[in-house]
């Protein structure tokens, strides 16, 4: 049995780090010529990694499932990137960006990787900033910072209501500058679809080529997966439509443990359900919530206008319940307060799945210039959505799955339980807990990416200076791309009845229902055992149209969905073993007033997943969380 | 709602293509372009058929993945908008809809309505970046930026990519494209130190690349989902004259 070791540095938190840097092994520049990397994913983790490891001499390889490194799915995030860099003087530091992130993640991460990512924060934008990101500015010429998600400084570095957009581009025009130079060669339209170990060492994968279906080989000395998050095993979230786990999901079933997969971040503002044709959902910004009052009406199932309700009939419930915070409350307490008003049958719009965010109030208190100034991107966005206008009718919204905090487990390296296999990016579980706090997703893609990868993996690299490329019609290859081949004909051959969309649309809703916002044991069992039904009913009577060599859209979804039935259990199988509720995971058995509440006694740890078979049930190992600069905590928002 | 759909379907590359009619019917008007385009696939796929094969990703108009000509335009009728981002409200009723590949010279079908713009790649291969290594570089804030040129790049750094340009213009000319990258960085300091390079490199690969040329028609700007501007292009220009001079 494996053994979790997370090679946490010795020393104090605030210099293991760079002391760590300063005795990691390195690899001499001659040898770097001669050792190849893969990189799975060019999202801000992936572009940030491989053009970094090129700059240093390694050759890279590249892999991204759209057209171009461009589009990955950072390229969707709005509000903004975190830094402890204290431009404001209002008393931020690396300490408590730290902290905060600790706080948030409602003790369930691990502390020297927090205070790592806490310290890089800095030099992120320094290194942004260079490549010519252009972050918003003042009027002085120098930049501009706001305060994010209900943090108490201002810290977040934004460029309008694009900054993922911009980061991406930035880390884009670095890895295209490598590309360039020749050091990196990239494949695009190209998906993993197994990893090859060899040895018990990540040495290379297979890649399908979307374009004409070609099954390829390709060696690495080692393998990066920063392949992002796996939110759409829901069907329904914020994520882009190609967002899977496929990649992660062969790596596990090689042998990399997979960290907390229960924990997902379902976010309090995203435009509502409007059909069952519905593809996907969209975010609006949380900022809205800085001036927007959230409501219901008090009385079941009442279906009057908005604006017909008299004030007393209105239940502000955030301003209710959490008095300090209001409508500013954090996103799993919101997400869940909005839960339950509608489970109480005073849901609003016509699904009664949604509740009102409602700029009445602020339009009056500081007129709609000001509004319109403030939110007047986010307001038309809306309006081209639903065809409302919420400068006269309260928004609509409702929780949406957001983020996945859990995902393959790492080590202090960023290396799996696969020797010479790497994890970064939301793809990876380290640094957010049990919750993820606004504008720290992009943070830690490219701190993983820019500053901490490229050190780390020389520590492993150096110890393969003498590893020649591996020929890819070694039998570990062979066997590997068999696999695949088999499971693509496979999918082609059943010719059932059901589309991949009919049982990915049954999957979502089961997860939703029972490993959503609440969970309880006895709905998480029945979960379990409707999951394993459906995924019989897949591979019985599925229908893939098509072939395997040609662009074939049905066919990559057909393996997605397929990945996210095995990884659906597992997540019900994490969240029935976390008998407590923590951060994003609510247990309705675990609460106290209403309000989450932790076993720190019996949790306190990152829950890493053996795989041991389909169908088979997986072997838990515990890495126990140590705190040793931060005391456990109650969230209270009260 | 019902509609009859005129779609372009294209074994590959290789193969020629034509227009197959579908006829729709029970579409609610709430329901995005693209999910409209997902029930015809379920309705193709249940019946046997491979679905019509189109690039899209965040559906949100921002990845520029999604690239369809629709009703004769590049991401269909309405201004300062893509694809993903059309309702079916913004059509009529029984409405014939034809909807077509971008078509360039430079962007070669792959399937159906998938093309390959990799050439756009290939342009920012050749100088789109700042030549700097990670972690060589200074603190954030000793690079001051003079807001107003700040927010001019931001405007052109807004570009996503998507080749709705190319495909408005008659001549298939990239030129919005490239000048939006060229501009973006020749209004900030940072990308100051190498701009006759990288002007001159980009503007080589583009006509490399087999795009046209230039001349003024102002569809490029009309059509982009980013309503990236025209003046962009002047900029490029002038930085191209410039550096070729000196
Ligand atoms: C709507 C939205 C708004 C957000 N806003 C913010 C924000 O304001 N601030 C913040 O900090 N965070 C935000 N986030 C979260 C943040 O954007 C993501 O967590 C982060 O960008 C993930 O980056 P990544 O590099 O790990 O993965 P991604 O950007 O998702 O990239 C994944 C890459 O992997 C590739 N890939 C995936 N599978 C395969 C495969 N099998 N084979 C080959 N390639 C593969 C893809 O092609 C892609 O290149 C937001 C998220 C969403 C959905
Ligand atoms: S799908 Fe991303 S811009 Fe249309």
């Given at each position: 049995m494996a053994i979790l070791d997370s090679k946490i540095p010795d020393g104090s938190l605030e210099t293991k780090w760079s002391n760590y840097k300063s005795h990691i092994k390195l690899v001499n520049p001659s040898n770097k010529r001669k050792l190849e990397i893969i990189v799975i994913g060019t999202g801000l983790a992936g572009s940030s990694a491989a053009a970094s490891l090129a700059e240093l001499g390694y050759k890279v390889k590249a892999y991204c499932y759209q057209d171009s490194p461009r589009r990955a799915h950072s390229i969707a995030a709005q509000g903004g990137i975190n830094s402890a860099k204290n431009y404001k003087n209002d008393g931020d530091s690396v300490y408590r960006l730290f902290y905060d992130t600790v706080k948030g993640g409602d003790f369930r991460s691990r502390e020297a990787n927090v205070y790592r990512l806490a310290e890089v924060s800095t030099a992120i934008i320094d290194q942004c900033v260079a490549?010519?990101?252009?972050?918003?500015?003042?009027?002085?010429?120098?930049?501009?910072?706001?305060?994010?998600?209900?943090?108490?400084?201002?810290?977040?570095?934004?460029?309008?209501?694009?900054?993922?957009?911009?980061?991406?581009?930035?880390?884009?025009?670095?890895?295209?500058?490598?590309?360039?130079?020749?050091?990196?060669?990239?494949?695009?339209?190209?998906?993993?679809?197994?990893?090859?170990?060899?040895?018990?060492?990540?040495?290379?994968?297979?890649?399908r080529n979307l374009t004409n279906g070609?099954?390829?080989?390709?060696?690495?000395?080692?393998?990066?997966?920063?392949?992002?998050?796996?939110?759409?095993?829901?069907?329904?979230?914020?994520?882009?439509?190609?967002?899977?786990?496929?990649?992660?999901?062969?790596?596990?079933?090689?042998?990399?443990?997979?960290?907390?997969?229960?924990?997902?971040?379902?976010?309090?503002?995203?435009?509502?359900?409007?059909?069952?044709?519905?593809?996907?959902?969209?975010?609006?910004?949380?900022?809205?919530?800085?001036?927007?009052?959230?409501?219901?009406?008090?009385?079941?199932?009442?279906?009057?206008?908005?604006?017909?309700?008299?004030?007393?009939?209105?239940?502000?419930?955030?301003?209710?319940?959490?008095?300090?915070?209001?409508?500013?409350?954090?996103?799993?307490?919101?997400?869940?307060?909005?839960?339950?008003?509608?489970?109480?049958?005073?849901?609003?719009?016509?699904?009664?799945?949604?509740?009102?965010?409602?700029?009445?109030?602020?339009?009056?208190?500081?007129?709609?210039?000001?509004?319109?100034?403030?939110?007047?991107?986010?307001?038309?966005?809306?309006?081209?959505?639903?065809?409302?206008?919420?400068?006269?009718?309260?928004?609509?919204?409702?929780?949406?799955?957001?983020?996945?905090?859990?995902?393959?487990?790492?080590?202090?390296?960023?290396?799996?339980?696969?020797?010479?296999?790497?994890?970064?990016?939301?793809?990876?579980?380290?640094?957010?807990?049990?919750?993820?706090?606004?504008?720290?997703?992009?943070?830690?893609?490219?701190?993983?990416?820019?500053?901490?990868?490229?050190?780390?993996?020389?520590?492993?690299?150096?110890?393969?200076?003498?590893?020649?490329?591996?020929?890819?019609?070694?039998?570990?290859?062979?066997?590997?791309?068999?696999?695949?081949?088999?499971?693509?004909?496979?999918?082609?051959?059943?010719?059932?009845?059901?589309?991949?969309?009919?049982?990915?649309?049954?999957l979502g809703k089961i997860m939703w229902e029972y490993c959503g916002m609440a969970r309880n044991a006895e709905g998480l069992a029945k979960a379990k055992q409707m999951v394993r039904q459906l995924r019989d009913e897949f591979w019985k009577d599925v229908k893939v149209t098509g072939e395997a060599d040609e662009l074939n859209v049905d066919l990559e979804k057909a393996g997605r969905v397929a990945d996210f039935m095995e990884l659906g259990e597992l997540m019900i199988d994490d969240a029935l073993d976390r008998n407590e509720s923590c951060g994003a995971h609510f247990r309705v058995e675990y609460q106290e007033e209403g309000e989450a509440k932790r076993n720190d006694e019996k949790y306190a740890y990152v829950a890493a997943w053996e795989h041991k078979g389909v169908g088979e049930n997986s072997v838990l190992h515990k890495e126990q969380l140590v705190f040793e600069n931060v005391h456990f905590a109650t969230r209270s928002y009260k | 709602m019902k509609f009859n759909l005129k779609i372009w379907r294209?074994?590959?590359?290789?193969?020629?293509?034509?227009?197959?009619?579908?006829?729709?019917?029970?579409?609610?008007?709430?329901?995005?372009?693209?999910?409209?385009?997902?029930?015809?696939?379920?309705?193709?796929?249940?019946?046997?058929?491979?679905?019509?094969?189109?690039?899209?990703?965040?559906?949100?108009?921002?990845?520029?993945?999604?690239?369809?000509?629709i009703n004769g335009r590049p991401h269909g009728p309405l201004a300062a908008t893509t694809t993903c981002q059309l309702y079916m409200r913004n059509f009529k009723d029984g409405e014939t809809i034809y909807i077509e590949p971008f078509r360039a010279n430079s962007f070669p079908v792959i399937r159906d309505l998938v093309v390959d713009r990799s050439a756009f790649d290939r342009i920012m291969q050749a100088g789109g970046f700042v030549s700097v290594n990670t972690g060589s570089v200074q603190d954030a804030n000793n690079i001051p930026v003079n807001k107003q040129h700040a927010d001019l790049?931001?405007?052109?750094?807004?570009?996503?990519?998507?080749?709705?340009?190319?495909?408005?213009?008659?001549?298939?000319?990239?030129?919005?494209?490239?000048?939006?990258?060229?501009?973006?960085?020749?209004?900030?300091?940072?990308?100051?130190?190498?701009?006759?390079?990288?002007?001159?490199?980009?503007?080589?690969?583009?006509?490399?690349?087999?795009?046209?040329?230039?001349?003024?028609?102002?569809?490029?700007?009309?059509?982009?989902?980013?309503?990236?501007?025209?003046?962009?292009?002047?900029?490029?220009?002038?930085?191209?004259?410039?550096?070729?001079?000196?």
């Amino acid at each position: 049995m494996a053994i979790l070791d997370s090679k946490i540095p010795d020393g104090s938190l605030e210099t293991k780090w760079s002391n760590y840097k300063s005795h990691i092994k390195l690899v001499n520049p001659s040898n770097k010529r001669k050792l190849e990397i893969i990189v799975i994913g060019t999202g801000l983790a992936g572009s940030s990694a491989a053009a970094s490891l090129a700059e240093l001499g390694y050759k890279v390889k590249a892999y991204c499932y759209q057209d171009s490194p461009r589009r990955a799915h950072s390229i969707a995030a709005q509000g903004g990137i975190n830094s402890a860099k204290n431009y404001k003087n209002d008393g931020d530091s690396v300490y408590r960006l730290f902290y905060d992130t600790v706080k948030g993640g409602d003790f369930r991460s691990r502390e020297a990787n927090v205070y790592r990512l806490a310290e890089v924060s800095t030099a992120i934008i320094d290194q942004c900033v260079a490549q010519g990101v252009p972050f918003a500015r003042e009027y002085g010429g120098l930049l501009d910072n706001r305060s994010f998600g209900g943090a108490q400084v201002s810290r977040t570095f934004y460029a309008r209501g694009q900054t993922g957009q911009q980061l991406l581009l930035g880390a884009y025009s670095a890895l295209s500058r490598q590309i360039g130079l020749g050091n990196v060669q990239m494949f695009n339209r190209h998906e993993m679809v197994e990893l090859v170990v060899i040895d018990g060492k990540a040495r290379g994968i297979i890649a399908r080529n979307l374009t004409n279906g070609k099954l390829e080989r390709h060696f690495g000395h080692a393998v990066v997966l920063a392949t992002g998050g796996y939110g759409n095993v829901f069907f329904l979230s914020t994520n882009a439509m190609g967002c899977n786990v496929t990649a992660a999901w062969k790596a596990h079933k090689k042998g990399a443990f997979f960290a907390n997969p229960c924990y997902t971040q379902i976010h309090p503002t995203c435009i509502p359900v409007s059909g069952d044709y519905q593809s996907k959902l969209t975010l609006m910004s949380e900022s809205l919530r800085n001036d927007g009052r959230v409501w219901v009406p008090k009385k079941q199932g009442d279906k009057r206008k908005p604006i017909d309700i008299p004030e007393d009939e209105r239940d502000y419930y955030l301003e209710r319940k959490y008095p300090s915070f209001g409508n500013l409350a954090p996103r799993d307490i919101s997400s869940r307060a909005a839960k339950e008003a509608c489970d109480d049958g005073r849901g609003v719009g016509e699904s009664g799945l949604a509740v009102y965010l409602d700029f009445a109030d602020a339009i009056k208190r500081l007129g709609k210039d000001v509004i319109e100034a403030r939110y007047g991107n986010l307001f038309d966005m809306y309006k081209h959505i639903t065809n409302e206008d919420p400068y006269q009718v309260p928004m609509r919204i409702y929780p949406a799955v957001h983020y996945t905090m859990g995902g393959i487990w790492v080590d202090y390296n960023l290396m799996t339980t696969v020797p010479g296999l790497y994890a970064t990016g939301e793809c990876n579980f380290s640094d957010h807990g049990a919750n993820r706090l606004g504008a720290s997703a992009l943070m830690q893609g490219l701190a993983d990416g820019y500053f901490v990868l490229p050190y780390t993996i020389g520590d492993y690299l150096s110890g393969e200076i003498f590893t020649k490329a591996i020929p890819t019609d070694h039998p570990a290859f062979l066997e590997a791309e068999k696999q695949a081949k088999e499971r693509i004909d496979k999918l082609l051959s059943i010719k059932g009845k059901k589309s991949v969309d009919d049982f990915h649309k049954a999957l979502g809703k089961i997860m939703w229902e029972y490993c959503g916002m609440a969970r309880n044991a006895e709905g998480l069992a029945k979960a379990k055992q409707m999951v394993r039904q459906l995924r019989d009913e897949f591979w019985k009577d599925v229908k893939v149209t098509g072939e395997a060599d040609e662009l074939n859209v049905d066919l990559e979804k057909a393996g997605r969905v397929a990945d996210f039935m095995e990884l659906g259990e597992l997540m019900i199988d994490d969240a029935l073993d976390r008998n407590e509720s923590c951060g994003a995971h609510f247990r309705v058995e675990y609460q106290e007033e209403g309000e989450a509440k932790r076993n720190d006694e019996k949790y306190a740890y990152v829950a890493a997943w053996e795989h041991k078979g389909v169908g088979e049930n997986s072997v838990l190992h515990k890495e126990q969380l140590v705190f040793e600069n931060v005391h456990f905590a109650t969230r209270s928002y009260k | 709602m019902k509609f009859n759909l005129k779609i372009w379907r294209q074994k590959n590359a290789s193969t020629p293509g034509k227009i197959v009619d579908y006829s729709i019917d029970n579409i609610n008007e709430h329901m995005s372009f693209l999910e409209m385009m997902d029930v015809l696939n379920e309705q193709l796929i249940h019946k046997g058929e491979p679905p019509v094969a189109y690039d899209h990703d965040c559906r949100e108009g921002i990845c520029g993945m999604c690239s369809m000509h629709i009703n004769g335009r590049p991401h269909g009728p309405l201004a300062a908008t893509t694809t993903c981002q059309l309702y079916m409200r913004n059509f009529k009723d029984g409405e014939t809809i034809y909807i077509e590949p971008f078509r360039a010279n430079s962007f070669p079908v792959i399937r159906d309505l998938v093309v390959d713009r990799s050439a756009f790649d290939r342009i920012m291969q050749a100088g789109g970046f700042v030549s700097v290594n990670t972690g060589s570089v200074q603190d954030a804030n000793n690079i001051p930026v003079n807001k107003q040129h700040a927010d001019l790049a931001m405007d052109a750094a807004a570009c996503i990519g998507c080749g709705a340009c190319v495909a408005a213009c008659k001549n298939s000319s990239a030129s919005l494209f490239v000048s939006a990258k060229i501009s973006q960085l020749a209004l900030l300091p940072q990308g100051q130190v190498e701009a006759k390079e990288r002007v001159l490199a980009m503007v080589n690969q583009m006509d490399e690349e087999g795009f046209g040329s230039c001349t003024n028609t102002g569809a490029c700007e009309a059509e982009c989902p980013k309503e990236i501007s025209i003046s962009n292009i002047a900029r490029m220009n002038r930085e191209y004259y410039i550096a070729s001079l000196t």
